[in-house]
Nanobody
Framework: QVQLVESGGGLVQAGGSLRLSCAASGRTFSRYAMGWFRQAPGKEREFVAAINWSGGSTDYADSVKGRYAISRDNAKNTMYLQMNSLKPEDTAVYYC?????????????????WGQGTQVTVSS
């Protein structure tokens, strides 16, 4: 069983930066592919970024490519999302996810562990 706890959300002005963290419980963290999704008010949940077990492979949604960077520290059981050049349209609840089998995915349903989410608000 894996528990995921996000932190680092908050209110930031457009053009600013935030770094989200996702702390995972369990001794097999390094075996999991992980990712971030987000959901804005009134919109569907969408894929943001994903990373494989070693951190050697990553994927990003087109909307955040070049602005966000996903990384992980397996020694600390923690995944990160560095968000730069933030825009008001990045405002959403951001969720950390993990999957125990196979490669990462851009589909929410492929993951079997989910965090509670952290709010990110970008003011114009």
């Amino acid at each position: 069983q894996v528990q995921l706890v996000e932190s680092g959300g908050g209110l930031v002005q457009a053009g600013g930066s935030l770094r989200l963290s996702c702390a995972a419980s369990g001794r097999t963290f390094s075996r999991y592919a992980m990712g971030w999704f987000r959901q804005a008010p009134g919109k569907e949940r969408e894929f943001v970024a994903a990373i494989n077990w070693s951190g050697g492979s990553t994927d990003y949604a087109d909307s955040v490519k070049g602005r966000y960077a996903i990384s992980r520290d397996n020694a600390k059981n923690t995944m990160y999302l560095q968000m730069n050049s933030l825009k008001p349209e990045d405002t959403a609840v951001y969720y950390c996810v993990a999957k125990s089998l196979g490669f990462y995915s851009s589909r929410w349903s492929d993951y079997n562990y989910w965090g509670q989410g952290t709010q990110v608000t970008v003011s114009s």
